[in-house]
């Protein structure tokens, strides 16, 4: 019997984990933290969190549900990729399983960075497994999974590919198709369509841009907007910000790039910014570090703005804050507590959206007022999503054939719309397509 148990994420964004039970063995996929009240925790006592403190504010997948019966039959533990909201409840998860945590290079390496970050000792073993490339999981009988090379908006994105008796299980969260990456291979389409001709027993998805009826752009409209309003925009008297996700190791590649050719000296200013180019470092994915200087702690960032304030001409600094958090460094440049003053001879530049949770809405709009009242030039939006739109999952249906589809990585006002997609393409809502929420259980044959 093949059963499917959704945790987290499917009532909210982020918060994902799901369990697949194959008979007598069972696999997690996933291990997210929820991020919007993380950030409200952060405005009210600071950064210190504890498994029992984000439990309290229901940051964790809540796994107290799963049954003993159920705990004991897990084999393995898969992430498929390095973004918080998949990766960053393993640390305060991952002792209540006897399991190996497995995932590709750089999604590792960002693991084993925030574990020694927050002090944590991982209880479990750590796998590697290369994009494109396969794994065998032990239990009582042994699973075959694979990990699909994808693009997202960070590096070694991967479908994982799980192989049961009844066809294959395909965990597609997060994902877009770009045949034009800045660092990386193109998708792996050509093992798609096998996986379509050999048997998809059920797809899981991303759905959280499932209701916009567009492709998903490729990382080259991103570099070429940047592009744009570096190059075109009267720059050369201006102090030059840059923010974007530290985790988008292709953007931050895009705005190295542009940077010399704009003849600046280059600073990466902010913790998490040090973290994930380090751990691109680590696994030789970061072509740009000769480049530029990295720096994170507060006296280091201290001398690099003073160097930057001295002649903001010569300097692009590239930071934390894009969405306004507390304690980033745009926020702390806003509030007066580092050593430059943003004036109306700064450009500020947000190579991002903002994420549609309150927070983030309210603390971008707290940071722009800010830089406005200061003169301040702002430049938002010189973005595009890493996440699949609806014609994506068109394609991606179309290329697997899957007999059961579930839509994943949203509450239900997303996954509702993957749910009409799907109904277009001919399943049925509650025999062929599920809409599921946290908690729920789904037998699979």
């Not at 964790?60 to 990766?87: E, F, M, Q, W, Y």
């Not at 290079?105 to 209880?123: Q, R, S």
């Not at 694979?146 to 597609?172: C, D, R, W």
Request: hydrophobic residues 40%; aromatic residues 6%; glycine residues 6%.
């Amino acid at each position: 019997m093949i059963k499917f148990h959704t945790v987290g994420g499917y009532s909210e964004v982020g918060k994902n984990m799901s369990i697949l039970e194959i008979d007598d063995d069972a696999i997690i996929l996933d291990m997210g933290l929820f991020l919007p009240p993380i950030v409200e925790l952060e405005n009210k006592k600071g950064e210190v969190y504890t498994e029992r403190s984000l439990r309290t504010i229901e940051a964790l997948p809540d796994d107290k549900k799963i049954s003993k019966d159920l705990r004991k039959k897990i084999r393995a533990i898969l992430i498929g990729h390095a973004h918080l909201d998949h990766v960053g409840a393993v640390p305060y998860m991952e002792y209540n399983y006897k399991a190996p945590i497995v995932g590709t290079p750089f999604t590792m390496e960002f693991l084993k960075a925030i574990a020694e970050d927050g002090n944590f000792v991982l209880k479990n073993q750590t796998r590697t497994v290369h994009p494109n490339s396969s794994i065998t999981i032990k239990g009582k009988k042994d699973i075959k999974v694979e990990f699909i090379n994808m693009t997202h908006s960070t590096l070694q994105t991967a479908m994982v590919v799980i192989h049961t008796p009844k066809g294959a299980i395909v965990y597609a969260n997060d994902f877009k198709f770009d045949n034009y990456p800045i660092i990386g291979k193109k998708p792996n389409y050509q093992r798609l369509k096998e996986l379509g001709k050999q048997g998809v027993l059920a797809l899981i998805v991303d759905s959280i841009y499932a209701n916009v009826e567009k492709k998903t752009p490729s990382e080259k409209i991103a570099r070429g907007l940047l592009e744009d309003v570096l190059f075109t925009t009267d720059n050369q008297k201006s102090g030059l910000f840059v923010t974007t996700f530290s985790s988008h190791i292709a953007r931050l590649k895009s705005i190295v790039d542009c940077g010399v050719k704009l003849n600046r000296k280059i600073v990466f200013v902010g913790r998490s910014l040090h973290r994930y180019v380090s751990v691109a470092s680590k696994v030789n994915l970061a072509p740009f570090t000769n480049k530029i200087k990295l720096v994170r702690y507060r006296n280091q960032v201290e001398r690099a703005l003073k160097k930057v304030s001295r002649d903001p001409t010569e300097w692009m600094v590239v930071c934390t804050g894009h969405q306004g958090e507390p304690g980033s460094i745009l926020d702390r440049l806003t509030r007066g507590v580092l050593p430059y003053k943003f004036s109306s001879k700064d450009h500020v530049v947000f190579s991002s959206a903002v994420i549609p949770s309150v927070w983030s809405i309210a603390n971008r709009q707290k940071l722009e007022k800010k830089m406005k009242a200061a003169g301040t030039r702002i430049f938002t939006d010189v973005h595009v999503s890493g996440h699949c739109m609806r014609e994506d999952l068109r394609d991606l249906v179309g290329m697997l054939q899957p007999q059961h589809i579930i839509p994943a990585h949203a509450g239900i006002d997303k996954t509702t719309a993957m749910a009409e997609l799907a109904s277009e393409l001919g399943y049925k809502l509650g025999k062929t397509v599920h809409l599921m929420q946290n908690g729920n259980k789904l037998s699979l044959g």
